[in-house]
């Protein structure tokens, strides 16, 4: 269920690029499909790592929210995966035309 989108995605953006491509030209259809990627702050926004039991509920008191979610592991690396993913996910839908 999580990486379904992906391939939803996939299944989209094939048609979608060409009809862009003649539409907007390269620089404009590149554009529209960095602010559809864009979008996708949003979700990641809702990463955060789940609460320390015990602790209480609502903002850490020692680290800002930001500062501590920057040095949890395993967020980072999740976000390193999906940076590399997406180094080369857009390649065959922005030079395959």
Not at 3 to 26: D, I
Not at 41 to 53: H, K, Q, W
Not at 63 to 86: C, K, M, N, S, W
């Amino acid at each position: 269920l999580v990486v379904s989108g992906a391939s939803v995605s996939g299944l989209a953006l094939g048609p979608l690029v060409p009809l862009l491509l003649e539409t907007y030209g390269w620089r404009g259809a590149l554009l529209l499909l960095a602010a559809i990627s864009f979008n996708l702050v949003a979700a990641g926004a809702l990463l955060r790592p789940m609460p320390v039991p015990g602790e209480p509920p609502g903002p850490p008191k020692d680290r800002p929210g930001l500062a501590r979610l920057l040095r949890h592991g395993p967020f980072l690396r999740y976000a390193l995966a999906f940076v590399l993913v997406d180094a080369g996910y857009y390649v065959p839908f922005v030079h395959g035309e």
